[in-house]
Structure formats: C-alpha cells, structure tokens
C-alpha cells in the first residue's frame, strides 16, 4: 500500500488527490480546498517521520478513532509509510469498547479527532498501558496550550514539528521505511462491526491492499478523471479499500464524511461516481416519492407513471444487454423513457450534482426495484460484494452489463466456488491472515488451503454473476418446516413502502412470518402532517390506527408476491427507528438481529400469543 502510494505521488505529484471541505470565514457554506499528490505526500511524510520519532517499530498498531475527513487519510498513509499497522476505530463507538479494541490490538499510538474521543481513553487510560501517545486532530478543546504535562497527548502539529525535525535529520528515513516493507507485513487490524457479539480483529497485509488497488483498476470501473464523492466510514473495509483504488487508478476524491451534508454537497462536487450503501439510495428514492406525493394531483401521478416507466426501461435494457448483448427497448417504452425523463428523471440526476456516471452500492443487498428505478432513470448502480476477511472489493458489476439483483463478477485473481449447502466460499490474495488473537475462530473461518467461508448463501450463474440469496446465520425455518430468506422480504418490502426506515422479519421454529417495521421520521412526519397529525411526536404518528392502517396496505401488497410461508401475518410499528447509538444497527447500518429481537421481545410475544397455525 505504502508503494502504490510512493508510486502515485511520482507519476501524477502535480495532480489534485483530495479535496476536502472548510467552514467559510463569515458562516456561509463551506469552502472546498485540495492538496494535491506532492502536498498531500509532504503532509504524510511529515505525520510518517512524527511516528517514527515516537518511537514507533514495524508492524506496531497506529489506532485512528475519527470520522471520515482527508486527515485520517493522510494519517493511514502515514502510518503505512511508517511501517505500523493501522488499527481502526469508528468514532461512535462507546468508550469500554474503544478500549478494549485498543487493547485488544496493543495499540502504541492512537490519533483521535477530538476531545470526546481523548475522552473515551482517558476513561480507561490505567487498563492502556501500552497506550504510549494520543495525537489530537481538533486540538483546541482537548490538549493545553503548553502541551500535555506527561507527553501522553499532543496535537497533530506538534506531531509534524516533530516530524519535520525527524526529516532534517533523516531525510531518508521514511523512503527506507517502505523499502523495507514485506508483501506479508500487517498492514491493517479492522475490527468487524459486530451484528452479534464482540468484534474480531481482522489481520490484512499489505499485499491484500495492493491486490485490491490493482483488481479494482483492472476491472476499469473507475477512471483517471473520475471525481469520488467519499463519504463512507473509513473504519470500515468498504470505505478502506476506495483508498486502494484511487492509488492505482489516479482519480480524485472528494471527503467529507457528514452524512447530514451529501444531499448539500452532491450538487457543489459534482462528482462523477460514488460508493453508497442500499439505505442512501432507498433515502433519496423514498424522498422524491414522498415530495411528489406532498404536492398532490398530476406531479404526484406523474412521478409514479415515471418510476414505473423506469424500472420497466431498467428491466428490459438489461434483459435485451443479457440476451443479445445490446441494451434495447422497444419504440412505446423508449417514447414514454424520453418523456419521463424530461419530467423526472433529469432533475433527479440534478440532485447527485449531473455528471454521475455511476454509483457502487455494497454492504448490505440492494432492492431490485429500488436498483431498476435507478437504473431507469440513468443512474446506473453497480451492486458489489465483500467482506472485511476477504478486503472488502470481491465481486463487483461491470460497466456496460450491469445486472440488477447480481453482484456481479469476481474481480481478477480471485477464485469463488459454491459448497454443497449453498454458502460461497472465496480464496485469493485479499484473503485475511486470520483474526487477531483467535486462533480458534481463524481455523473456522479459513480452511488450511486458504478457502474462506463467507457466511453467506449465493447462486454463481454459468456466466459467473453471483447473487446472494441470504446469511447463512440468518435463514430460519418456520415450525412447518419451510425455510425463509429473511433478508430478501426485507429488500422488497423496502422497496414497496416509502416510509420505512428498517423492518426485521421473524419466523424462526414460528408457525408463521412477522415483522417489526420502524419508519423514517421525515417520510412519516411529512405524512402524518397530510393526514391530519401535524406536530405530533414520531411515537405518537406511529401508534395512531391511521398510521398502523397505512402501513398495512403496503404489507398487504408485499404479501401479493410472497409464498404463503413467507408472508407477513402480523407487524409491530416500533415507538423510534434503528440506530447505531442503541447498539441496534452496525457502523455500516447492518442490522444486528439478535439485539432489536432481545430489545422488542415483549413486542415479538405479543404477535404469537395465542397462535395455533399459519
């Protein structure tokens, strides 16, 4: 990785790497400035050598507990050019967990964005004792103006003083770092989400990264003069492993991780590709169905005459790509395309700033019908899949054959086999060492000639698109012996009701299917006030029989194309929505099944008391 990043930096010094985000001086939105490769290469040798002069040895873990800006970029760099291994943190995570990845992992040195993170480890600073420094991004509110009393905490320019101090005395030094690099060398310790228990740290070199930055060039998904809109976590694989692409590829990157901002931002950037998960795309869909259901009469009933028109355009050019091998659709559809295109479709392009030329969707599946619509409407989403053992990039669409409800091919170099039972099982060189400390989980997972197993059921087609049908862990069979895809029912209802936010769905040793359904609060709030409950609270809206009716003309309409045993026979609205803050939903926004089931068990009960049969 280290490499791939010298190498970007001598082929393109000149050319803008990142661009990032500044409030404006007088309060007005904020300024876009950028470093290019060679400014951003002295920041980062400047942060490597601080490192080093810390003290600093090869493969020591370097923790980053920040949100995604260009600074936890640059200081991953870093720590890579140093020789360390970065471990990541996400910065919602609470304080006992924080240390216990910290200490998990043995890290040196952690670089914490702001006071509330300094917070999290001064709380557990006496069960750290490997914990040598904290480094401060924000510093002003967290690291005294004469500096910390015992050295423990310094701010990120007093580790580039010291950087720079280091380089005037070893201007080689971080050259000989890299060079000393092994392909085997630990390069990152990402610790799993978590959707049930404690997370394992997830040991990849860095041949698993510089594999992925040469894979993801190869598949020419991306180009030199690409703009990227990042916005993604980068404690998570999914956000790390964008960084290896852009160092092969050359393109630039547009930072700024407040998700609050992406709507404000898209149309300022205007980038030309993005990396998303399913719920940004189900957002900006249920958004433009709920505001043109605000206005009421013919905008209303055209948006829904065009979302049809759309998913069926979506439909049928990639059925007519599969077969023939030329996207077409026949002269009536492409008359009613033209016309909705006018109507919607082009302002909606509007809203991702109009030069998006595609978007990569991958975490969690994507609901067809909402992967058509866009499709449809010439925002062309390519459904990827990974995982944080296998380094995230595995499986991705290509351009130009996209195939909605696929994740699409296997990148170069990367062997896929399908086990008796379904699951997917991948070997390649973006496979993980192993988790950190666990041996016994490693031997689980890993087979001795390197197959991972996945956890996850998937269909190879003879042209090698994979689908992914469901986890392995979470497909249940109901008391009548039928087995259900949780997931999948999830992914179409989501894609039938605007309002929803999350819905997990039950029926483990049940006699019959149900779900706990939490909607989003804009969407019902906005809905609510059309309805005669305008002010009212989220807890009060979704209690009201009004709510609960509404609701249920969508599960009505999901259960039209389910089988029997899959159907929904009775639903619980929840008082709020699914978030990360209750522990309710991963970092990367992943339910954690076996939390909200503990937490809404009284709920649960409630829908099988006195149930006999399906």
């Known amino acids: 990785m280290a490499h791939l990043f010298l190498e970007r930096?001598?082929?393109?010094?000149?050319?803008?790497?990142?661009?990032?985000?500044?409030?404006?001086?007088?309060?007005?939105?904020?300024?876009?400035?950028?470093?290019?490769?060679?400014?951003?290469?002295?920041?980062?040798?400047?942060?490597?050598?601080?490192?080093?002069?810390?003290?600093?040895?090869?493969?020591?873990?370097?923790?980053?507990?920040?949100?995604?800006?260009?600074?936890?970029?640059?200081?991953?760099?870093?720590?890579?050019?140093?020789?360390?291994?970065?471990?990541?943190?996400?910065?919602?995570?609470?304080?006992?967990?924080?240390?216990?990845?910290?200490?998990?992992?043995?890290?040196?040195?952690?670089?914490?964005?702001?006071?509330?993170?300094?917070?999290?480890?001064?709380?557990?600073?006496?069960?750290?004792?490997?914990?040598?420094?904290?480094?401060?991004?924000?510093?002003?509110?967290?690291?005294?103006?004469?500096?910390?009393?015992?050295?423990?905490?310094?701010?990120?320019?007093?580790?580039?003083?010291?950087?720079?101090?280091?380089?005037?005395?070893?201007?080689?030094?971080?050259?000989?770092?890299?060079?000393?690099?092994?392909?085997?060398?630990?390069?990152?310790?990402?610790?799993?989400?978590?959707?049930?228990?404690?997370p394992k740290g997830v040991r990849l070199r860095h041949d698993a990264w510089s594999y992925m930055g040469y894979a993801i060039d190869g598949v020419r998904l991306l180009r030199a003069d690409d703009v990227q809109y990042l916005w993604l976590p980068l404690a998570h694989v999914f956000g790390k492993v964008l960084l290896a692409g852009q160092l092969t590829v050359g393109h630039t990157s547009a930072v700024d991780g407040r998700v609050d901002r992406i709507i404000e931002n898209l149309p300022v950037v205007r980038p030309t590709y993005m990396a998303a998960v399913p719920r940004i795309f189900e957002k900006v869909y249920n958004g433009a169905a709920n505001k043109a259901e605000e206005a009421g009469g013919a905008k209303h009933r055209v948006f829904?005459?065009?979302?049809?028109?759309?998913?069926?355009?979506?439909?049928?050019?990639?059925?007519?790509?599969?077969?023939?091998?030329?996207?077409h659709a026949p002269a009536a559809l492409r008359v009613k395309h033209a016309v909705a295109d006018k109507l919607v479709y082009a302002k909606l392009r509007e809203r991702f700033g109009g030069r998006m030329r595609g978007c990569i969707s991958g975490s969690a599946a994507l609901a067809p019908e909402i992967g058509y619509f866009f499709s449809g409407a010439g925002i062309h989403i390519f459904e990827g899949y990974g995982l944080t053992e296998s380094s995230a990039a595995n499986f991705v669409n290509p351009v130009g054959a996209n195939r909605t409800g696929t994740v699409g091919k296997a990148l170069p170099g990367l062997e896929v086999r399908i086990a008796e039972d379904g699951e997917v099982l991948l070997r390649g060189p973006g496979i993980m060492e192993g988790y950190h400390n666990l041996p016994e989980r490693t031997a689980e997972a890993l087979e001795a000639d390197g197959w991972l197993h996945t956890g996850d059921i998937g269909e190879l087609s003879d042209d090698g698109y994979l689908r992914i049908t469901d986890r392995k862990k979470d497909l249940f069979k109901t008391s009548g012996g039928k087995y259900v895809a949780p997931t999948a029912i999830e992914g179409r209802f989501k894609a039938v009701c605007p309002y929803v936010s999350n819905v997990l769905v039950i029926g483990a040793s049940r006699n019959f299917c149900s779900a706990l359904i939490a909607l989003d609060e804009p969407s019902i709030s906005a809905w609510a006030a059309e309805n005669g409950m305008a002010g009212r609270s989220y807890a009060s809206v979704v209690a009201d029989p009004r709510t609960v009716a509404m609701v249920d003309g969508y599960v009505t309409q999901l259960n039209a194309g389910l089988q029997k045993w899959q159907t929904i026979k009775r639903f619980r609205l929840l008082p709020r929505d699914l978030d990360v803050e209750h522990g309710e939903l991963t970092a990367s926004l992943k339910l954690k099944r076996p939390v909200v089931e503990r937490e809404y068990r009284d709920l649960i009960d409630g829908m099988y008391k006195g149930s006999r049969s399906a």
Do not use: N
């Open 9 to 198: 930096v001598e082929a393109t010094p000149e050319k803008e790497a990142y661009r990032y985000p500044v409030p404006a001086p007088d309060g007005g939105p904020d300024m876009w400035r950028s470093y290019t490769w060679a400014e951003a290469a002295d920041r980062v040798y400047a942060i490597a050598a601080g490192l080093l002069a810390l003290g600093l040895r090869a493969e020591e873990r370097v923790a980053i507990a920040s949100s995604t800006r260009v600074d936890w970029i640059l200081c991953d760099l870093a720590v890579l050019c140093a020789g360390g291994a970065t471990t990541t943190v996400y910065p919602q995570t609470d304080a006992k967990e924080a240390a216990f990845i910290l200490g998990d992992s043995d890290s040196q040195v952690l670089i914490a964005e702001d006071a509330t993170q300094l917070a999290k480890v001064r709380a557990h600073r006496r069960e750290l004792p490997g914990l040598a420094h904290v480094v401060v991004l924000e510093a002003q509110d967290a690291v005294p103006a004469d500096g910390d009393p015992d050295g423990w905490v310094l701010s990120l320019d007093a580790l580039l003083a010291r950087g720079r101090s280091h380089l005037a005395d070893h201007p080689a030094s971080i050259r000989d770092s890299v060079a000393s690099l092994a392909p085997d060398q630990l390069a990152t310790l990402i610790y799993t989400s978590g959707t049930t228990g404690r």
């Open 304 to 327: 829904l005459w065009a979302a049809e028109v759309a998913k069926e355009y979506g439909r049928v050019t990639q059925e007519s790509l599969r077969r023939t091998g030329v996207a």
